[in-house]
């Protein structure tokens, strides 16, 4: 039988794990119990004597049932050479899953998932494609059952999910600095939306910055086809401006901003302020009006971190 030292016990299996430790159990087992001779150099004559612990005759057989003969001992062997191509291996994988799609998952509520994925495409316009996705969990019990309809008001969670891409460019010259593309697609509520903004950044100090933005965008909705009555389409035109001032000493930033769409024929203004308390941890509140008339407001805290 042979065994390889150092990178040999890598690949150990369990199973040859238990065998190596009952071997050393029984060698402990055949050994008589004995008393050590006081050493005659020793200080104090009253000192304990040390003794050796003996196994226990009654411990179970950890060989019991096992064939000996047919482990495979082949799995020892195992050289430098092997497990470099290993460690390489498991490194190309690495690079390859953080240059391939990103995946994340978040429990919701009412017992059903929101599944992100995402993935880039082209560095050149940091082009990204991904889908969003609510993935409902189907009930094994009774109660389970009961838990989800309680959380959605009777009816049990229904999967859905969107697909978008996203790319961002530079822009022209003086006019504005940056230009971002965004679409996407909700098959299951017949819902699209093709969007686009402009940025332009105007420093205005050293502690101070003005980032002015346009945004533009149309959203489609279609309908469901009835007896005697055609589906159709609906489009809203939509469009934003807005101007944010940001102070670089106390994480404060400020916004001022309007909105107007074809559905409600005219211009509605907001304006909200953000602080950074410490790292990654915000505070936001804004102001807004609202087609029907009523004010909006809104004051909300969060945490945001990217690794």
Same mark, same amino acid.
């Given at each position: 039988?042979?065994?390889?030292?150092? @990178?040999?016990?890598?690949?150990?299996?369990?199973?040859?794990?238990?065998?190596?430790?009952? *071997?050393?159990?029984?060698?402990?087992?055949?050994?008589?119990? @004995?008393?050590?001779?006081?050493? &005659?150099?020793?200080? !104090?004559? =009253?000192?304990?004597?040390?003794?050796?612990?003996?196994?226990? *005759?009654?411990?179970?057989?950890?060989?019991?049932?096992?064939?000996? !003969?047919?482990? =495979?001992?082949? /799995?020892?062997?195992? =050289?430098? %050479?092997?497990?470099?191509?290993?460690?390489?291996?498991?490194?190309? #994988? /690495?690079? #390859?899953?953080?240059?391939?799609?990103?995946?994340?998952?978040?429990?919701?509520?009412?017992?059903?998932?929101?599944? +992100?994925?995402? /993935?880039?495409?082209?560095?050149?316009?940091?082009?990204?494609?991904?889908?969003?996705?609510?993935?409902?969990?189907?009930?094994? $019990?009774?109660?389970?059952?009961?838990?989800?309809?309680?959380?959605? %008001?009777?009816?049990?969670?229904?999967?859905?999910?969107?697909?978008?891409?996203? &790319? +961002?460019?530079?822009?022209?010259?003086? *006019?504005?600095?940056?230009?971002?593309?965004?679409?996407?697609? !909700?098959?299951?509520?017949?819902?699209?939306?093709?969007?686009?903004?402009?940025?332009?950044?105007?420093?205005?100090?050293? !502690?101070?910055?003005?980032?002015?933005?346009?945004?533009?965008? *149309?959203? /489609?909705?279609?309908?469901?086809?009835?007896?005697?009555?055609?589906?159709?389409?609906?489009?809203?035109?939509?469009?934003?401006?807005?101007?944010?001032?940001?102070?670089?000493?106390?994480?404060?930033?400020?916004?001022? %901003?309007?909105?107007?769409? $074809?559905?409600?024929?005219?211009?509605?203004?907001?304006?909200?302020?953000?602080?950074?308390? @410490?790292?990654?941890? $915000?505070?936001?509140?804004?102001?807004?009006?609202?087609?029907?008339?009523?004010?909006?407001?809104?004051?909300?805290? %969060? @945490?945001?971190?990217?690794?």
């Amino acid at each position: 039988m042979e065994f390889t030292t150092g @990178f040999g016990w890598i690949r150990l299996p369990l199973a040859a794990a238990f065998i190596f430790g009952s *071997v050393l159990t029984a060698s402990a087992q055949i050994i008589p119990p @004995f008393s050590p001779a006081p050493s &005659a150099t020793a200080p !104090d004559e =009253d000192a304990e004597a040390e003794t050796t612990e003996t196994a226990d *005759v009654n411990d179970p057989d950890v060989l019991k049932g096992i064939d000996v !003969d047919k482990l =495979d001992w082949s /799995q020892l062997a195992i =050289d430098a %050479g092997t497990l470099n191509d290993i460690i390489a291996a498991k490194k190309r #994988a /690495q690079a #390859a899953a953080n240059n391939g799609m990103n995946w994340s998952t978040n429990a919701n509520a009412n017992g059903s998932s929101a599944v +992100t994925v995402k /993935q880039s495409v082209s560095s050149f316009w940091d082009t990204r494609i991904g889908a969003d996705m609510t993935v409902a969990k189907e009930p094994t $019990t009774m109660s389970e059952l009961m838990a989800q309809k309680a959380a959605n %008001g009777g009816n049990l969670p229904q999967s859905s999910g969107s697909a978008w891409a996203a &790319a +961002t460019a530079p822009g022209a010259g003086p *006019v504005w600095d940056k230009t971002a593309v965004e679409a996407r697609v !909700d098959p299951g509520a017949e819902q699209s939306k093709l969007g686009a903004s402009l940025t332009k950044s105007v420093p205005l100090s050293t !502690d101070y910055s003005l980032t002015l933005q346009n945004g533009y965008s *149309v959203n /489609q909705q279609g309908t469901t086809a009835l007896p005697g009555v055609g589906g159709h389409v609906i489009r809203n035109y939509e469009t934003d401006q807005s101007a944010k001032v940001e102070i670089t000493d106390t994480g404060t930033s400020i916004t001022a %901003g309007q909105t107007m769409s $074809t559905t409600d024929d005219k211009w509605l203004r907001k304006v909200g302020a953000e602080q950074k308390l @410490f790292d990654n941890v $915000t505070v936001s509140g804004s102001v807004g009006e609202t087609s029907q008339g009523a004010i909006n407001k809104s004051l909300t805290a %969060g @945490f945001k971190k990217s690794w």
